[in-house]
Every structure is written in structure tokens, then in C-alpha cells.
């Protein structure tokens, strides 16, 4: 028996020590990648204090950097070097010299990306879901060469079942069908669907986040893009995702409040090369696709057709973080205003205090968010800045019509932006997101419309919607603001 305990005694002191050691080594790699100090601190004390727990957690969650994506698309460049070429100079004459106010807003973001903004372009504002898959619809029943789908969520349901068999009808139609979806998003999609796509020769993939060795436990980044593209003349991207309750025929939100945006002109070619990275990353196939821009023929978009816009990818693949410096592009270039619409209000220091710092300034600073919630932790955490925000004379706005999904801002007289990033530091630096940046009066004329309508629908807060609450309330809104890093 005496035997037997030594035994045990031994190897539980040995599974102790090696455990130790992990986390001794945990440590020096949150120490050399973490891009903040406090998020160091943060971890390593964790870990010190709970090894057994936050270890594991920190290899799944901690890590902010994408490793892969960026050799992979240098791979695919260099073994397409032509066709890149070919893009380079179907775009070039489009590429618009930018100056004054333009020059202002967009300078930094064409540094950012390595992108620059093409002229000639028409952009439809799409409001709620009804409008957007009519639309969306309408344009797929005319494509003769391709569709490129990418979602982050696609559901099983009655709008996810008519996405399929409008997509398989096209399929067999002999329509190339390119499809793009998060594992993770679309975690509840039953193989019978997939199976049923493919049969019909639907090239349907999953991004596979989880791809390569250094990736294989990161569940954490997600590919949050919702972009559908046909035959390289028309494009959408923006808020929505396949699923029922877009259409706002869910039980439990009612009605469901979104934005998307339909381009055409040569920024469809540059949305078209943020689906064809994804496409790359998931496939390591480059399909063949159409280069050749498509002038808007009608000119019932933003300007007559002549709109200036930026299709502005972000992801946790590089060394900037280029989610946070877009959001903090628009809130220092803003002079007189500054609004947005986000489902999620869980920004970093350096957000929250270029807001203040707006509002200081005397710019209008506004931030509408969803009255109820769909996911309670960050719902929670908004909360707790509340009373910072409403100091610094930042007014904050709950939309309490239905849930509010819509990734929308508009800044001052020109410049805006719709697309799938959130106020959040998910969308900051572990997301892959995109958005359709529009420097044109008459569009930001349109979000202003729209966000007057929907700020017609919202009740504005401040501390005492968090001071005036029990404490067991406040405690859970304090401590959901400890996961704001990951939410």
C-alpha cells in the first residue's frame, strides 16, 4: 500500500511540476506577444494564480495574431503573378487622386490596407432584410458567369433553405457557385445541407480558422464577412447574415434591424479580391473570375455613379490592428459629427477616450446600441461605461424597436461606412471583417436619414442606468467588463 501511495505521490508530483513548467513557458510567451501591457499583466497573474484553468484557456483564447494568412496570400500572388498584374492594371485608372476633406478621411485607410479608393461608383443602401435579399435575389437571377457567397452564419431555416435552392438552381444552371463560410458562425449547419449544395456543384467550403499547426486550437478568431459578389459587376456587403431571423421572424427579438449595401464600378473588384484571399486561405484555389470593371449604366446610387469608395478588409494577420485604427480614423478626423450603429459596445481605452476626446471637442458624438440583448455578457459590460461616456458628454442611445445588428457610422458631411465590424475588440483584433467606406455627401446624407429614424426609436442612457441598478446587477456588469479583451 505504502508502494502503491509512493507511486502516486510520484507521478501527481511529477504531472505538478511539468504543469509548472507549462506555465512557467505560458508566461514568457503572454510577456513576448501580447500587445499591451495590461492584457500581460492580466494573463500572468491569471496563470499564476490558476494554472490548472487559464493555461489551456490562453492557447485557445489569448492569442491575437493569425498565423498563415499573410504567406498565404504572398504564395498566391506569386504563383498568379499575371493575373495579379492584370487587376493591378484593369484598376489603376479608376483609382481616385484623393484631396482636401477626401485626403482627410481616407489617407490614412489607403496606407492601412495598401488599397486605394476607386472612383465611378454607385452605392444603394439597403435597410433591413426584406429589402436586402430582394435585392441580393434580384442580381443572382441575373448572373451568367459566377456567384461568390461568404457568410458568417447560415442557417437551416426557411431563408437559409431558399438561399440553397436558388443557389442550386443556378448551379445546375451552369453558374460557377463559390461559397465561403465560418465552422464556427455556422456551427449548427447539418451536413444534409452541405451535401445537398455540393451535389448540385456548389463549391461550398468552410474557412477553416483552425488551419496549420500554430492555428489548430485558436477557435477564438472567426471570419465575421458577409459579402455576395456576381459576375465581378455587383457586390453586397454589410450586416446581414442567412437566417431567419434577418427577415425579423424570430420569436425572441421580433423585429430585427440591419443595413447592407449594394456597390457596382470597379469597388466590386476590390471586394471581389477580399473573398478570393478567403477563398485562397480555405481551398488553396484561385477560381477564374471576371477583372473587367462594369460602369454603373443607371446612376440611381450615391452621386449618380461617381461614388468614392474604399471595400476596407481587417483581420488579425498583420502588425497594426487595423479594426482599431479604422474606428480611431473616423473618430479624430470628425469635426462636426460622429455617429454609429453597433450591436456591441465593448471598445478599448484608446477608443473610449478619442470618443470623450470627440465629444470634448464639441463634435456630436453618438453611439446607438440594441436595447435588448443577444448575447448578455457584452450587453453587460456596456454598462459599466455608461457613466465615463455621458462625462465626457458622449450620448449613448438604446434602439428599442426590435435588435439592433447594424454596423453603420457617418462622420460629419462625407465620409461613411457600413459593413460587418462591431464597436468591440473582437472586431478590433480578432475578427476578420470588411467595410464598404464611402466618401460621397449624398450617401452620408442617406445613413443620416436613416439613423434619424432609428435614433427616433431609442431611449438615451447614462450613469444613473447603471448607478440606479441592485447591487448583484452591478457586479455582474463589473465583471463582465473583465472579458472585454475577448468578447
Not at 147 to 162: P, W
Request: glycine fraction near 10%.
Amino acid at each position: 500500500m505504502f508502494e502503491q501511495f509512493s507511486e502516486k505521490a510520484v507521478v501527481g508530483t511529477l504531472l505538478f511540476l511539468g504543469w509548472e513548467v507549462l506555465a512557467i513557458g505560458t508566461i514568457v510567451n503572454i510577456v513576448m506577444k501580447s500587445r499591451s501591457a495590461s492584457s500581460a499583466w492580466g494573463w500572468s497573474m491569471a496563470v499564476l494564480a490558476l494554472p490548472f484553468i487559464t493555461v489551456p484557456l490562453y492557447w485557445i483564447l489569448g492569442r491575437y495574431q493569425f498565423r498563415g494568412y499573410l504567406e498565404r496570400l504572398r504564395e498566391a500572388r506569386d504563383n498568379h503573378e499575371a493575373a495579379y498584374r492584370d487587376h493591378v492594371a484593369t484598376m489603376t485608372p479608376h483609382h481616385a487622386i484623393l484631396e482636401g476633406d477626401e485626403a482627410r478621411y481616407g489617407g490614412v485607410l489607403e496606407k492601412l490596407t495598401e488599397r486605394r479608393f476607386t472612383r465611378g461608383n454607385e452605392v444603394c443602401l439597403l435597410i433591413d432584410g426584406e429589402q436586402t435579399f430582394e435585392s441580393i435575389f434580384r442580381e443572382m437571377e441575373e448572373a451568367r458567369r459566377y456567384i461568390l457567397v461568404q457568410f458568417f452564419i447560415v442557417k437551416d431555416d426557411d431563408l437559409g433553405n431558399r438561399f440553397r435552392q436558388f443557389l442550386e438552381r443556378k448551379a445546375r444552371e451552369g453558374v460557377r457557385v463559390y461559397f465561403v463560410y465560418d465552422e464556427i458562425g455556422s456551427h449548427k449547419i447539418p451536413k444534409r445541407y452541405l451535401r445537398s449544395l455540393r451535389g448540385a456543384g456548389v463549391e461550398i467550403h468552410p474557412f477553416h480558422s483552425t488551419q496549420g499547426p500554430s492555428n489548430r486550437f485558436q477557435i477564438n478568431f472567426r471570419n465575421h464577412r458577409k459579402i455576395v459578389i456576381i459576375d465581378g459587376r455587383v457586390g453586397f456587403v454589410g450586416g446581414h447574415n442567412i437566417g431567419d431571423e434577418y427577415l425579423g421572424k424570430s420569436k425572441r427579438f421580433g423585429f430585427w434591424r440591419d443595413t447592407h449595401v449594394r456597390l457596382a464600378g470597379p469597388s466590386v473588384l476590390s471586394l471581389q479580391m477580399v473573398f478570393l484571399a478567403d477563398y485562397y486561405w480555405a481551398t488553396r484555389q484561385v477560381p477564374e473570375l471576371e477583372w473587367t470593371t462594369v460602369t454603373p449604366a443607371d446612376g440611381e446610387g450615391c452621386g449618380g455613379g461617381d461614388a468614392v469608395v474604399l471595400t476596407l478588409p481587417t483581420g488579425p494577420v498583420g502588425p497594426i490592428e487595423g479594426g482599431t485604427i479604422f474606428f480611431l480614423n473616423a473618430i479624430t478626423r470628425a469635426r462636426r459629427r460622429f455617429w454609429i450603429a453597433t450591436p456591441y459596445f465593448v471598445a478599448d481605452e484608446s477608443v473610449r477616450s478619442a470618443l470623450q476626446m470627440a465629444a470634448l471637442r464639441g463634435v456630436d458624438v453618438r453611439v446607438m446600441i440594441p436595447g435588448k440583448p443577444d448575447k448578455w455578457v457584452p450587453w453587460l459590460a456596456t454598462f459599466s461605461f455608461l457613466g465615463e461616456m455621458q462625462a465626457a458628454g458622449v450620448r449613448i442611445y438604446r434602439y428599442e424597436k426590435g435588435f439592433l445588428h447594424q454596423k453603420v457610422l457617418v462622420v460629419d458631411d462625407c465620409f461613411s461606412g457600413v459593413g460587418t465590424a462591431n464597436l468591440d475588440n473582437r472586431s478590433m483584433r480578432l475578427n476578420f471583417e470588411v467595410t464598404a467606406v464611402v466618401l460621397c455627401e449624398d450617401f452620408a446624407k442617406q445613413v443620416e436619414a436613416m439613423l434619424e429614424v432609428d435614433f427616433a426609436h431609442c431611449r438615451e442612457v447614462g450613469a444613473s442606468d447603471y448607478t440606479g441598478r441592485p447591487w448583484w446587477f452591478r457586479l455582474g456588469v463589473r465583471v463582465s467588463r473583465l472579458f472585454s479583451p475577448i468578447l
